[in-house]
């Protein structure tokens, strides 16, 4: 891929979003930081895939509806679920909220493909930094469930998520895709959050029954509202940037003589989630 | 799939690889526990795979070689890297190993299929416990990079391992699949390996330079030398229990309410690595 001339950069500057680097620093209205026992996590929002869960929890971070609560179901390999096991902790910003497993892609989507087929989707790419899938069929775009997804829990029933959150901590859970309103992605921490504790390994429910064992959500924060001392200038590779075209191509040919067998020219998307990066300058 | 007749399973009742409830007690010789400074982790090796790779090994184990050593390049999302940075520690088992990265199959394989073809191999399935992979036309078989993996660390030359070792931590890492001698699974305490310090974010190479900040190797002992107040009863499904039939099944068209969406028929092995729990009866 050609570098994009200067001129072009320069045209197209907008709020935040472009850095001529191939790093864009993540909007910060859509930026949260959990303070957990385990240590500091910033998760990037996806209003443009599930704007009323993303409006919903950022109401419950505002109101303080997380802090004090915890990571009460972990199952190693799967997903670390915290908020409200008890259900009983008032809030205005509880109500029900309907499904938003996919969306219709707008004209002006930046979806940008990568391999079709994926093994559990018709295409998957990159969309507005995201691990994402399509189909040109129905036009429908969603989030990947790959490590480090945010997702609202539910019931079966599709409009039942209400305030309790999971955050992928294993493979890959892909048949999750499309049944579940993911509105975000940890773009630091990850090592907090796989330091949770687990459930015991013979509790299939992944419950861990005895509150004083789980580990601790401390706070919840909007980047707005967490003092500038305390900021990290997270930064996430631009989709479009070359960097990520060349970790593509030699992915799919493995075209470095530490590989000996050269695969098959396929690759699994979720090992190439778009990097972060500290922001030091 | 028909329960196996009890008349069966009393004549092929052999040495600890039998359980009558769909799980099996790995051999005590194919079991290493690793006493880490974030917790005990029991592998199983694989010499069925790597037999050169396990029995150096298992002499670096005896010897005592990793004791004291750290993990030293850990990169969150893909591997922890254990043994000697310095590469000076002396050892009688240090010689480079020839190639284990597959094998061809015996007449006598328990490879058992689970998908055809899989997104970068033509088949996926169980060998012996262990998520694998099959080339029906090579009659090759080898071990999926799924999340638990070990293996040992090389230079770019196919024949370059020598002691040290790492664990897969993140997304599996399929494009390793067929470019690496991988000898083992961890079967218990995934969390301990979760918890290990990782390199900071900006440092590509994935090395903890500062010694003193790494997680630390305490000791590594084959099962047979762990003092028996101190053996954990860890055991793994069978993978021709009808636990993982359901599973697959269910997996294949999510047949249950909680999804709205039933997928394409296809899933991720490396999702549906064989459980393992504490046996305490």
Same mark, same amino acid.
């Given at each position: 891929?050609?570098?994009?001339?200067?001129?072009?950069?320069?045209?197209?500057?907008?709020?935040?979003?472009?850095?001529? #680097? $191939?790093w864009r620093t993540?909007?910060?209205?859509?930026?949260?930081?959990? &303070?957990?026992?385990?240590? %500091?996590?910033?998760?990037?929002?996806?209003?443009?895939?599930?704007?009323?869960?993303?409006?919903?929890?950022?109401?419950?971070?505002?109101?303080?509806?997380? #802090? $004090?609560?915890?990571?009460?179901?972990?199952?190693?390999?799967?997903?670390? &679920?915290?908020?409200?096991? %008890?259900?009983?902790k008032a809030s205005k910003h509880k109500a029900p909220l309907a499904a938003e497993f996919t969306r219709v892609a707008p004209a002006d989507t930046d979806f940008m493909l990568v391999q079709s087929p994926d093994f559990m989707a018709p295409e998957t790419g990159y969309l507005q930094g995201f691990a994402a899938g399509r189909d040109p069929q129905t036009k429908e775009e969603w989030l990947l469930h790959c490590p480090g997804i945010m997702a609202m829990a539910r019931n079966n029933e599709a409009d039942s998520a209400t305030t309790d959150f999971y955050i992928t901590i294993g493979q890959a859970t892909r048949h999750l895709d499309r049944n579940m309103s993911s509105f975000g992605r940890v773009i630091y921490g990850m090592p907090a959050v796989q330091a949770l504790l687990r459930a015991d390994v013979n509790v299939a429910s992944g419950v861990i029954e005895e509150p004083g064992q789980r580990s601790k959500i401390l706070s919840v924060r909007l980047a707005a509202d967490v003092p500038s001392t305390q900021l990290i200038n997270v930064q996430v590779q631009q989709q479009t940037s070359e960097a990520v075209t060349q970790r593509l191509t030699s992915a799919r040919t493995l075209d470095n003589e530490f590989f000996h067998f050269k695969g098959n020219g396929n690759l699994d998307l979720c090992y190439y989630q778009l990097k972060s990066r500290v922001h030091t300058q």
């Open positions: 891929m050609r570098k994009i001339p200067l001129y072009l950069i320069l045209s197209c500057l907008s709020f935040n979003l472009l850095a001529d #680097d $191939g993540p909007e910060a209205e859509n930026l949260v930081y959990m &303070q957990l026992s385990t240590g %500091t996590v910033i998760i990037e929002l996806a209003p443009f895939m599930a704007p009323k869960h993303v409006a919903q929890f950022k109401s419950l971070v505002k109101e303080g509806f997380y #802090d $004090g609560l915890d990571f009460y179901r972990v199952i190693d390999g799967f997903v670390a &679920q915290g908020g409200d096991i %008890t259900e009983q």
